[in-house]
């Protein structure tokens, strides 16, 4: 967890933000929290390959922050590894719905042909936190993005740190940091969601 | 086949041979003598405020360390060790005294200078074999700063930035120069798109055509409230000295209520009039005019554009960003995207400003996004045997006789420096291809060699003494 936490706070619009601590070690692969949490990042998957995101934005908590710094190269020893202050997505849950709102609209041309997505999702694993019906996820996550014909495919690798909380009975994402591992990317926008 | 005289006659009457936007010898030439000799945008003061602060930037394939020395004086230094080569910084950016070279261990002060070289005395038989004294890394052949702007220029005999710049300095006041303390950067986002360096930067020069269709989504979901077509037709499009912009025209009122019209809080307007000159406020508060986006050649571009960005109210929110469209081959192109903001601006203003810049320009903005499809979409089509049979219509806002469709705004009309035309068209677009043919016709620069370590007439053949 080391590799996820310094960049955790340093968004200036992270104020309003939910502030859970995890606790204690990642769970059990059979514990029951772990298979909901993983059984859940699966079916968001599923939405996000789908480009679903009216029904993905349904499960998006009304205090989530949505947050993926720059990465940087810096000196072994700097202490940091994202561009302060800077980030790709530093998103509320209005920004998110701004974004969604985008795409439902018939003039979010990027998107029109769709790109076809495949997210994977691998080394899942689950911790309590200091509030009670809040869980911390963590998880890998590479986006295989292909465009057109005979374009390059991209290629998006991050880990991500989510923070899923249960309201009603049901998961809702409150946190997402997402520690994207290239630091120039090669997709030519970001007009998908990690 | 055309031959390049042909090609640039044909881009000097607005007919533009669309293999341009992806031919390997074109991007060859634009190496050879446009790129050797143009002012290179790397960096901002503002990025490296303490001594030993540095950045590592690019101008095409050579790696500059932009670092702050002791002193406080900045400079910008070739990454290369003057041994063996290697790489003496690796990283993108950090706070350091000296730079060790990992192959043999030499190293150099933050100002260059060379500090270390081990076993000078036995393996050079010390200043006799190797002049220590007075090495240091090579700089840049020269760098200079306006408005805390820092650029490059790989050409020994370049004129200076400022007369380069000439007379768009007067837009570039808006962007760079809203209090005494300047702006500052941050970022910048970086990625790469399968699109010719060209295309952005004639985008961000003129095209307010593209406005209203390709950005309709975001005045569908209530982003931004200005690009509707009837709206955009009505700006002006302006070309000063070696750069061009697009403006909104804006609703009636004074200079500070059509500030505060586009989010401005009192105490920064306050500082814009105390600071700017008489026709800079003019071209607002007479005028009309607000600059958005803009470029400056050969590949640096401006934003100013001001979205609503909270839920709550109609209130908007002004961002201002600065970008480099970095060309990496002829069909690709890395952006080097940084949000800029007022130093002495209200803390809440730049955390609002910060969030406008994310929700619109950059890797995730929403008017980017549908942008770069386009781009790399021209770029693929670019390609073929049809695109040399092309030349592109950009003859907009001009006659087949040359006589502008309207003509050019009037100094009563108009208080800004340059020429202005209200209205769509492409008089930026071909200025700046204009400018490129001007360079693209130039002998190649020609650049002495540094020799390193050696006291010049004193060195003797290696052969000559034997082994």
């Not at chain 2, 490059?152 to 005999?157: A, H, L, W």
């Not at chain 2, 803390?347 to 890797?363: D, P, Q, V």
């Not at chain 2, 087949?400 to 209205?423: H, K």
Request: aromatic fraction near 10%; charge should be negative.
């Amino acid at each position: 967890m080391a590799q996820l936490r310094p960049h955790a706070n340093s968004s200036p619009l992270a104020r309003h933000a939910p502030t859970t601590m995890r606790t204690g070690e990642a769970l059990s692969f059979s514990d029951e929290l772990h298979l909901e949490a993983h059984r859940w990042l699966v079916n968001e998957s599923y939405l996000l390959d789908a480009q679903d995101y009216g029904t993905w934005l349904e499960s998006i908590a009304h205090d989530v922050h949505y947050f993926m710094p720059v990465r940087v190269t810096t000196a072994l020893g700097a202490g940091y590894s994202t561009s302060p202050g800077m980030a790709h997505w530093d998103e509320n849950r209005y920004s998110l719905e701004r974004r969604v709102a985008r795409f439902q609209t018939e003039h979010a041309w990027t998107e029109d042909p769709p790109s076809r997505l495949r997210h994977f999702i691998t080394n899942v694993r689950t911790f309590r936190t200091d509030v009670e019906n809040e869980i911390a996820v963590d998880s890998a996550v590479l986006l295989f993005r292909s465009r057109g014909d005979v374009n390059e495919p991209s290629l998006i690798s991050a880990g991500r740190d989510d923070l899923l909380r249960k309201v009603d009975g049901r998961w809702m994402l409150a946190r997402r940091h997402i520690l994207v591992d290239e630091s120039v990317l090669r997709t030519q926008n970001l007009a998908i969601f990690l | 086949m055309d031959t390049i005289q042909q090609v640039l006659a044909d881009v000097r009457r607005g007919m533009i041979p669309a293999h341009i936007y992806n031919d390997a010898e074109i991007f060859e030439l634009e190496k050879e003598r446009l790129f050797s000799r143009a002012w290179m945008f790397v960096g901002h003061e503002s990025e490296i405020p303490q001594p030993g602060d540095y950045v590592v930037r690019r101008v095409l394939e050579d790696s500059f360390i932009i670092s702050r020395d002791e002193q406080g004086t900045i400079r910008a230094l070739f990454n290369m060790c003057l041994h063996r080569g290697m790489q003496v910084c690796r990283a993108e950016m950090g706070n350091a005294s000296h730079f060790r070279c990992p192959y043999h261990g030499w190293s150099y002060r933050n100002d260059g200078r060379i500090i270390g070289l081990p076993f000078h005395k036995e393996a050079y038989g010390g200043e006799e074999g190797f002049a220590r004294k007075g090495a240091t890394l090579l700089p840049a052949p020269n760098l200079a700063n306006y408005n805390g702007l820092l650029f490059v220029n790989m050409d020994p005999d370049a004129m200076p930035l400022d007369e380069y710049l000439g007379d768009f300095k007067f837009y570039l006041d808006y962007y760079t120069k809203q209090s005494a303390s300047g702006i500052e950067l941050r970022g910048p986002q970086r990625w790469r798109i399968k699109a010719n360096w060209k295309i952005g930067v004639e985008n961000f020069a003129g095209d307010m055509y593209h406005t209203p269709q390709t950005h309709t989504s975001v005045v569908e979901i209530g982003l931004f409230r200005e690009p509707k077509a009837e709206k955009r037709k009505d700006g002006m499009t302006y070309w000063a000295g070696r750069g061009g912009g697009t403006t909104y025209k804006l609703p009636p009122g004074d200079l500070e209520e059509r500030l505060a019209y586009i989010g401005y809080p009192p105490e920064m307007i306050e500082r814009m009039k105390q600071l700017w000159s008489t026709d800079q406020l003019q071209l607002i508060g007479e005028d009309a005019f607000m600059i958005s986006a803009a470029s400056l050649f050969p590949n640096m571009s401006f934003v100013h554009n001001w979205p609503k960005v909270e839920e709550e109210g109609d209130e908007v929110v002004p961002f201002i960003s600065l970008r480099m469209w970095q060309p990496v081959s002829e069909n690709e192109t890395e952006v080097m995207s940084w949000f800029a903001v007022d130093a002495e601006a209200p803390e809440e203003f730049k955390e609002l400003s910060y969030k406008a810049y994310l929700m619109c320009f950059g890797s995730t903005g929403m008017f980017e996004q549908d942008d770069v499809e386009n781009w790399v979409s021209l770029t693929n089509t670019a390609k073929g045997s049809m695109a040399r049979r092309l030349l592109l219509n950009s003859r907009m806002g001009m006659l087949n006789d040359g006589t502008p469709v309207v003509p050019a705004l009037t100094r009563e009309e108009f208080s800004g420096a340059g020429s202005a035309y209200v209205g769509y068209s492409e008089h930026n677009q071909r200025n700046f291809l204009q400018e490129w043919a001007d360079h693209l016709e130039k002998p190649p620069v020609v650049a002495p060699s540094h020799a390193v370590g050696i006291t010049n007439g004193q060195l003797d053949q290696y052969s000559s003494k034997g082994a």
